[in-house]
């Protein structure tokens, strides 16, 4: 548990999070710390309804989110962000890959509902780390009664340099 939570906390100075509709003032030299006692009590207060307050830090280019689920979610498509998950308690299966159909788009890049066809599943763990790349289909389908705590590190989608020797 100790190692996901410190991926998550040091993923802070490489994530991202979806753009807002509002700007937020970007903080690059603000030092960023969450210990794990204050990460279970925000995991607990979610479980109970409430919505965690865990500070973000927008450093223009990264951010992350701590979720709780306690039912299916429905596919989502981010076209400029990559999604990494660091599960903290519970357990869920991400269906990932495949193509949405049925989905609409709710802010431009974003894409959300319908269904995922031919996708990829992959069951998720406290202590596990999943990656989704900007572009590709996900939600996270769980069994009834089930829940799962988990960080969403949201990665900006950036341009490789070519390989190919151009």
Request: charged letters at 20%; a positive charge.
């Amino acid at each position: 548990m100790k190692i996901a939570t410190l991926l998550a906390l040091s993923c802070v100075g490489l994530a991202s999070a979806q753009a807002p509709k509002t700007p937020r003032a970007v903080e690059p030299n603000k030092f960023g710390y969450w210990s794990t006692g204050e990460i279970k009590a925000q995991g607990q207060k979610m479980k109970a309804g409430e919505r965690a307050i865990i500070n973000r830090l927008d450093r223009g280019n990264h951010n992350f989110n701590l979720n709780f689920r306690n039912k299916t979610g429905s596919p989502e498509v981010h076209m400029n962000w990559t999604d990494i998950f660091v599960v903290q308690d519970g357990e869920a299966t991400l269906i990932y890959g495949g193509k949405v159909e049925g989905g609409k788009e709710n802010r431009p890049g974003e894409i959300g509902g319908g269904k995922i066809v031919g996708g990829s599943t992959q069951r998720l763990a406290p202590g596990d780390v999943a990656s989704v790349p900007a572009g590709m289909p996900h939600m996270f389908e769980l069994e009834a009664g089930k829940t799962i705590t988990y960080f969403t590190v949201k990665v900006a989608r950036q341009e490789m340099p070519s390989t190919s020797g151009d």
